[in-house]
């Protein structure tokens, strides 16, 4: 059973930077797919940014060019860099694996395809 764990959430004044880190367990080999959501109050959960175990990477409109996944792909983790941060950022942030399958990479950014979840970081911008 593969578990999915994130840490690094926290407080951050607007125009700030934060790390969020995604560590995937019980699975022998590299996940064909990990990505980042993010669920504000009221709102659906979104997807960001997804990784293949390939290292390519994809990018939801909303945050390319102020995040960026990098992370081992031998070792199932997946980091998420946030710069730039705005109050409208403050959310709840989600970690996701997939071990067949990366349907972002035919544009379908659902969550209901991701089968593994973290618990989620908070993660709260204001000054």
């Known amino acids: 059973q593969v578990q999915v764990a994130e840490s690094g959430g926290g407080s951050v004044q607007p125009g700030g930077s934060l790390r969020l880190s995604c560590e995937a367990t019980g699975y022998s080999y590299s996940l064909y797919c990990m990505g980042w959501f993010r669920q504000a109050p009221g709102k659906e959960r979104e997807g960001l940014a997804v990784?293949?175990?390939?290292?390519?990477?994809a990018y939801a409109d909303s945050v390319k060019g102020r995040f960026t996944v990098s992370g081992d792909t031998a070792k199932n983790t997946l980091d998420l860099v946030m710069n730039s941060l705005q109050p409208d950022d403050t959310a709840i942030y989600y970690c996701?694996?997939?071990?067949?399958?990366?349907?972002?990479?035919?544009?379908?950014?659902?969550?209901?395809?991701?089968?593994?979840w973290g618990q989620g970081t908070q993660v709260t911008v204001s000054s």
């Open positions: 996701a694996a997939d071990p067949t399958l990366c349907p972002p990479w035919k544009g379908d950014w659902s969550p209901d395809r991701w089968p593994y």
């Open positions: 990784r293949n175990r390939n290292g390519n990477t």
